[in-house]
């Protein structure tokens, strides 16, 4: 069936269904969510008990207001367990529900894309692997850390992790932070804080049979009880021109005892099932196959010293990561604890785990102090002891000054030695010494900024996932200029982009002159929709590069990464709480590729709704 026509019955089915949404009122969000208008929900007197020579009140009408009633009860929630401290604007994008859903993003490695001088390795279709390359570190220049513990590559792949495999429905916070040669993407689970249960349900479908399901129920007592069960599902056949399908069903569990802000207890379990075959493309590339179930299990006890919210905290975790299937067996076991303080103008806190496979020592130790609105500044230590009497020591300072007129200027430094990957015996620390200066603009419908870094030599690792592009050549002292801006003339209308370029010889791995930019029209066509009810999006974005060179063969010899651009466009509607949204990728019809031989299929789109409520 044409996709066309099956976006236009989907289109009329959730017309349909937002209008019963919207007949029965139920079209209601917490906090955490875009405001908008609403009518108060109190019942009126004679809705309560009747009227005198009128029908008895609706015994379903009482029981539905008094369900609503409980949807303004906000009850206390354990605090993300988080390595925060006071940064400058520059050093950290973050990304809550609003902004996931808004953007209409459908992995981790889009939201890592945005970052200027960020390359994500796309294997193809949805589905494929999307390892992240920044400024040329290869497979450790992103770390990834789940819920405040550090996610640790497992399986076939132990020195890389691959962002499309987490579930952004699972998601309600991304914090990305920004080092010269080094992104910390921080993702954070939803959190229900309160006493009506919240469900959330995701239906999508798209070219090549593509098929998404999500479904989610969070439920909170006022006693602190509180539990969460989830369940994500996606299948990708394999495109005409390849072969390699893949599905990938994911569980969230999770179990609290939350009596006060003081105190609470937390259990939760993730574990993807993940059947990627082994994938080709046209042009006789091969990608590696992933087969297996991960397993990450976290238990927290968390106690605060006193009341309030700016009370120093003490967490203990038990964190456990396990890998079953394709001949591999691992258990990755961490145990620790860590201590923190938040304060309006100061925060800080230390860390230390014991860890059970590469890394057996893990400690950190942050502060961030803020003395006025204008001057922040923030550092970071870390120490880590790997197996074979390794270690990685390294420190980064960053601070920023705000000046007259909304200008800004800052800068970040990152000293020290790092192994690039603890997982090889044989792979010893290298010398880092990065720094970088950042200059920026912050004024009414106006924004960038302007970054210079130089970062240290460096001798980085590849992706497993691509065993046709078998290293990354070792490189030279780098320097580094990105930009950013954008744009917001009206209310309806916001142009952003970001270009990066490196002064020197480009790395391995990422190409030279990278642009991104993206331009979005939405209205809430208010004259019509006064209430603020309907809104739509449409949304244009293009991404391209020069020639470079992608990494090196079984024989050392380059492997060329042509010119390439790529157009995506975007519509949603959003109705209430219900949100319909197609997403198109390669409009363009380009032949070309991320990774050389695994082209992104020509006019590939999905489309769906997501619809979330409390009920």
């Given amino acids: 069936m044409p996709v066309k026509s099956d976006f236009a019955r989907l289109v009329v089915a959730a017309a349909l269904l937002s209008s019963a949404v919207a007949a029965r009122a139920t079209a209601q969000k917490p906090d955490s969510v875009k405001a908008r208008d609403t009518t108060s929900t109190t019942p009126r007197p004679a809705e309560r008990v009747g009227v005198a020579g009128s029908a008895p009140a609706d015994t379903g009408t009482n029981r539905y207001l008094a369900l609503q009633q409980r949807t303004s009860v906000v009850l206390p929630v354990l605090p993300r367990l988080a390595e925060s401290a006071p940064a400058p604007?520059?050093?950290?994008?973050?990304?809550?529900?609003?902004?996931?859903?808004?953007?209409?993003?459908?992995?981790?490695?889009?939201?890592?894309?945005?970052?200027?001088?960020?390359?994500?390795?796309?294997?193809?279709?949805?589905?494929?692997?999307?390892?992240?390359?920044?400024?040329?570190?290869?497979?450790?220049?992103?770390?990834?850390?789940?819920?405040?513990?550090?996610?640790?590559?497992?399986?076939?792949?132990?020195?890389?992790?691959?962002?499309?495999?987490?579930s952004l429905n699972f998601l309600d916070r991304v914090e990305i932070e920004r080092w010269p040669g080094l992104l910390e993407v921080r993702l954070y689970t939803r959190r229900h804080d309160r006493l009506a249960p919240r469900s959330r349900i995701v239906v999508a479908s798209g070219s090549d049979k593509l098929a998404m399901y999500s479904g989610e129920l969070e439920q909170r007592t006022r006693r602190g009880l509180g539990f969460v069960l989830a369940g994500d599902y996606v299948k990708a056949p394999p495109s005409t021109a390849s072969t390699g399908a893949f599905t990938n069903s994911q569980l969230w569990v999770q179990g609290s005892y939350v009596p006060s802000p003081r105190f609470g207890l937390q259990y939760q379990l993730i574990r993807p099932s993940i059947d990627r075959d082994a994938f080709t493309s046209d042009a006789g590339a091969l990608g590696s196959a992933l087969e297996g179930k991960r397993t990450d299990a976290q238990f927290r006890a968390s106690y605060g010293v006193s009341a309030g919210p700016a009370a120093p905290r003490i967490d203990l975790v038990y964190a456990r990561t396990g890998w079953d299937s394709a001949g591999i067996t691992q258990q990755i076991n961490q145990l620790g604890g860590m201590a923190s303080v938040q304060r309006a103008a100061f925060s800080g806190g230390v860390s230390a785990f014991r860890r059970g496979r590469w890394t057996s020592f893990d400690s950190r130790a942050?502060?961030?102090?803020?003395?006025?609105?204008?001057?922040?500044?923030?550092?970071?230590?870390?120490?880590?002891?790997?197996?074979?009497?390794?270690?990685?020591r390294w420190v980064g300072l960053r601070g920023g000054v705000a000046l007259p007129l909304g200008l800004s200027v800052g800068g970040a430094l990152r000293a020290g030695t790092e192994v690039a990957a603890p997982s090889i015996i044989t792979d010893t620390a290298q010398t880092l010494h990065d720094v970088q200066l950042t200059a920026g603009l912050e004024r009414g419908w106006v924004g960038g900024e302007a970054t210079y870094s130089r970062n240290a030599a460096y001798s980085p690792f590849g992706y497993q996932a691509f065993p046709g592009i078998v290293s990354l050549a070792p490189h030279a002292s780098t320097e580094w200029v990105t930009l950013a801006g954008h744009l917001a003339p009206w209310r309806w209308l916001v142009v952003d982009g970001w270009y990066a370029n490196p002064r020197t010889a480009t790395p391995d791995?990422?190409?030279?002159?990278?642009?991104?930019?993206?331009?979005?029209?939405?209205?809430?066509?208010?004259?019509?929709?006064?209430?603020?009810?309907?809104?739509?999006k449409l949304a244009i974005g293009v991404e391209g590069w020069q020639a470079g060179t992608i990494g090196r063969d079984a024989v050392g010899a380059p492997v060329l990464l042509?010119?390439?651009?790529?157009?995506?466009?975007?519509?949603?509607?959003?109705?209430?709480?219900?949100?319909?949204?197609?997403?198109?990728?390669?409009?363009?019809?380009?032949?070309?590729?991320?990774?050389?031989?695994?082209?992104?299929?020509?006019y590939s789109s999905a489309f769906g709704i997501r619809w979330e409520f409390l009920n």
């Avoid at 981790?108 to 970052?115: F, M, P, S, T």
């Avoid at 279709?125 to 550090?150: C, F, I, K, T, W």
């Avoid at 942050?366 to 009497?389: K, M, N, Y």
């Avoid at 157009?567 to 198109?584: A, N």
């Fill in 89 to 166: 604007a520059f050093a950290r994008v973050v990304f809550d529900r609003d902004s996931i859903e808004w953007l209409n993003v459908a992995t981790v490695g889009d939201l890592v894309a945005r970052i200027p001088g960020a390359y994500v390795w796309r294997g193809g279709r949805l589905g494929r692997p999307e390892p992240v390359n920044m400024q040329g570190r290869g497979a450790s220049s992103v770390h990834y850390v789940l819920d405040g513990m550090p996610y640790v590559p497992a399986g076939p792949d132990s020195l890389a992790v691959d962002p499309s495999l987490f």
């Fill in 509 to 536: 791995g990422v190409p030279p002159r990278h642009y991104a930019a993206n331009g979005t029209i939405r209205s809430k066509f208010l004259r019509q929709f006064p209430s603020g009810y309907f809104q739509l």
């Fill in 562 to 602: 042509p010119a390439a651009r790529f157009l995506r466009s975007q519509v949603q509607m959003e109705i209430g709480s219900l949100t319909v949204f197609w997403d198109s990728r390669n409009v363009g019809g380009s032949r070309a590729a991320y990774v050389p031989g695994f082209r992104i299929p020509r």
């Fill in 366 to 392: 942050w502060l961030g102090w803020s003395p006025a609105t204008a001057i922040t500044a923030s550092g970071q230590a870390v120490f880590q002891h790997h197996f074979g009497g390794r270690s990685s």
